[in-house]
């Protein structure tokens, strides 16, 4: 039985480390970001909100496409300011991000309580208009990184308890994730 889990923690070692390499496209070579050191304005972020099958006509209860917005907005500023890679403004800035989350919100049978959301995003790092990097990410779910937080969320689903609050903390999930990418930005 002991085999057993090392076998299951070596295989989603594995699987996790290779889902989280990032593929940087550099269009400028050599790259002038430099990691941990370059300084980004987070310039724009749009979120495009897509709901799945049972939403709600009219229901209030979830953030709008702008609410959701300016919730990412908040939650990758307050990450990357975390890891010292937040300028204050544009002209103090060494690059500028630009980026586009698509949103996908999923519900369980009767669309008051939330599923797992799907989501996929790109990044886009310029200097004066000039791109330099950019990336995307192709759609996924958010995982916790541990079965027993993975058992809880999905516990949480299945007793269509997952609400608006539980959004926010998928937003910051991927917050999190999109700033630990950037700061692996550079040389």
């Known amino acids: 039985m002991k085999n057993v889990f090392v076998v299951l923690f070596l295989a989603s070692s594995i699987l996790f480390m290779g889902c989280s390499s990032t593929n940087y496209t550099y269009h400028e070579k050599p790259t002038t970001i430099k990691k941990g050191v370059t300084r980004?304005?987070?310039?724009?972020?749009?979120?495009?909100?897509?709901?799945?099958?049972?939403?709600?006509?009219?229901?209030?209860t979830f953030a709008s496409q702008d609410m959701l917005t300016g919730q990412f907005k908040k939650s990758l500023m307050e990450h990357l300011t975390d890891k010292k890679l937040l300028a204050a403004n544009e002209k103090s800035s060494d690059a500028v991000l630009e980026i586009k989350i698509n949103f996908i919100r999923t519900f369980n049978y009767g669309g008051k309580a939330l599923n797992k959301?799907?989501?996929?995003?790109?990044?886009?790092?310029?200097?004066?208009?000039?791109?330099?990097?950019?990336?995307?990410?192709?759609?996924?779910?958010?995982?916790?990184?541990?079965?027993?937080?993975?058992?809880?969320?999905?516990?949480?689903?299945?007793?269509?308890?997952?609400?608006?609050?539980?959004?926010l903390v998928d937003v910051d999930y991927i917050s999190k994730k999109i700033s630990e990418e950037i700061a692996g930005i550079g040389n």
Do not use: C, H, M, W
Not at 40 to 60: R, S
């Open 40 to 60: 980004y304005y987070l310039k724009n972020t749009a979120v495009n909100l897509k709901l799945e099958q049972g939403a709600i006509e009219g229901d209030k």
């Open 117 to 167: 959301p799907k989501f996929s995003y790109s990044v886009e790092v310029k200097k004066n208009e000039k791109l330099l990097v950019s990336y995307s990410v192709p759609e996924q779910v958010p995982t916790k990184g541990s079965d027993i937080l993975d058992i809880a969320y999905n516990a949480k689903i299945a007793a269509f308890q997952r609400g608006a609050a539980d959004e």
